[in-house]
């Protein structure tokens, strides 16, 4: 089985272009020693909310790995949460999971696929110690979803996609668990002030062991509901839109935690080993109207503004730091990039690519050419979904983040002239459109479709002691 096959019925000039997407990707040698992963997911932070990008933004720690590592200025995630969260532990386009669209709600009664292997399970096998903290949002219904059965060792943190920052609750229940107990004791304490303290102690422990170890911090900031400790405000203007300083304050409350990670790799003597991967999981939702400014769309379209994802690899491994990397990426490529890292040679065959050799040397090209934003099949409205091929994206039945009277439609952009997708090209480049638009029609036999189940009443917390369980649904 192979994802990345090209389709025969393109041009042969993009043949040839997709033949070279296809060669596998090969491991590259491990360092001497595994080295530590440590990948922090931020949620909803847009590309306007960094202060790489916006210097109203405070966020010193963050700014000071961009400043000495690689800042990645063509990463794409999916549009949403549970869809990006499903890529990066999978190596699969959501489409291939039947996560292509909505994410999942806490009623809902079901999950990622069981059948795959994920990422920490890989790395578990060989040889790390894998962790996980905040937040999951790939289903919980079942055990057999939860964090602790797909591969990791400890879990601290939240089964859904958002909750209060101090209270862990949404709807009627509790959401906070420290492996698989619920722990009332985060109960008034603010999720990333927690999640920052486990990650240390994390690190704490690991301090003189041979063991690498895997740290997946999937940070609640800056997700709504707008929560913040006061003090973070303190570094932005009173006159500041009410909102805009409630969500710069929680980029600086992340940043602090992110701050906090790397003095405790320092501390421990882990750090010279350790490599940190910092992104976005989507764009931010935009209701300020900046936060993804000047790209255009947010969260839950495909959009640049909602899959073009801040983010940075920092490590004394990467040769010639500082740079800005500008080689297409994309979420799915962590599953494969992290597994060669940590010295596995048989890289398995998915959407993703190897980026390490590319990430450490500049000389390195990237090996992606191409991916899907997203795919997707709707009976009532047909093919949705956008395709980048080289300085071209191709976007079909978009609804969101239109300009005023236009509809739905078609539009190919040259994103190297226009990255804001302000000039549609489709009628100048017929063939173009048409050539990209055939090669989302080939892959649409592969979209399994949407596994959204109705809610069902018997997840509610009423029924589970108030607390977020699994226990409710049957694992296919
Ligand atoms: C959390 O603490 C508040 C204030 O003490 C209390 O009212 C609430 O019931 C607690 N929540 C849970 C789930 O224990
Ligand atoms: C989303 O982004 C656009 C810019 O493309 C902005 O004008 C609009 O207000 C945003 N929409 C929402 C719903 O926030
Ligand atoms: C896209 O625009 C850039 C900048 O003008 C140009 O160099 C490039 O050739 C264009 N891409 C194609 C394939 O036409
Ligand atoms: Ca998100």
Excluded at 322 to 335: A, E, K, M, N
Aim: a negative charge; charged letters at 20%; glycine letters at 8%.
């Amino acid at each position: 089985m192979s994802f990345k096959g090209p389709c025969p019925a393109v041009a042969p000039a993009l043949l040839a272009l997709l033949w070279l997407s296809a060669v596998p990707a090969s491991a590259s040698a491990a360092a001497d020693s595994a080295p530590n992963i440590v990948f922090i997911l931020a949620d909803d932070l847009g590309w306007n909310d960094v202060s790489w990008h916006n210097d109203q933004v405070v966020s010193p720690n963050m700014q000071q790995l961009v400043d000495t590592g690689v800042q990645l200025e063509q990463s794409y995630v999916q549009p949403l949460c549970t869809p990006s969260r499903s890529a990066f532990l999978t190596g699969l386009y959501p489409f291939r999971l039947g996560r292509q669209g909505r994410p999942l709600g806490s009623h809902t009664p079901t999950g990622l696929a069981v059948h795959h292997t994920l990422l920490p399970e890989r790395l578990s096998r060989l040889g790390y110690s894998t962790h996980m903290i905040g937040k999951w949002h790939l289903g919980f219904c079942d055990w057999a979803y939860t964090p602790l059965e797909r591969g990791f060792d400890t879990f601290y943190g939240y089964y859904g996609g958002f909750e209060f920052h101090f209270s862990h609750t949404v709807s009627n229940g509790y959401d906070f668990r420290d492996q698989r107990e619920p722990d009332f004791t985060a109960n008034g304490t603010y999720a990333t002030h927690l999640f920052g303290d486990r990650a240390v102690r994390i690190i704490e422990e690991h301090q003189g062991s041979d063991q690498p170890f895997f740290l997946y911090l999937a940070l609640q900031n800056v997700h709504k509901p707008l929560e913040v400790p006061d003090e973070y405000l303190a570094h932005y203007p009173e006159d500041l839109d009410e909102d805009r300083r409630l969500l710069l304050g929680m980029v600086t409350a992340l940043d602090e935690a992110v701050g906090r990670v790397v003095q405790a790799l320092k501390d421990t003597g882990l750090y010279d080993n350790t490599v940190i991967v910092f992104s976005s999981d989507n764009g931010g939702v935009g209701m300020n109207g900046e936060s993804n400014r000047p790209l255009r769309g947010n969260k839950s379209s495909v959009w640049e503004g909602g899959t073009r994802a801040v983010g940075f690899v920092h490590s004394p491994l990467l040769q010639e730091t500082p740079r800005v990397h500008s080689g297409l990426l994309h979420i799915t490529d962590w599953y494969n990039t992290l597994l060669a890292l940590a010295g596995e040679s048989f890289l398995p065959d998915n959407d993703g690519f190897n980026q390490w050799d590319s990430l450490v040397d500049p000389s390195v090209e990237s090996p992606r050419i191409m991916f899907f934003y997203n795919l997707d099949y709707d009976p009532e409205k047909g093919m949705l979904g956008a395709l980048r091929l080289n300085d071209y994206k191709f976007v079909v039945g978009e609804e969101r983040d239109l300009d005023p009277g236009e509809e739905p439609g078609l539009w190919l952009f040259n994103l190297t002239v226009d990255p804001n997708e302000i000039i549609n090209m489709v009628e100048v480049q017929p063939a173009l459109a048409m050539a990209m638009e055939m090669l989302m029609l080939e892959e649409l036999p592969n979209v399994v479709p949407r596994d959204e189940p109705d809610n069902d009443p018997a997840g509610d917390p009423s029924n589970w002691g108030g607390v977020w369980s699994p226990g409710w649904c049957d694992v296919p």
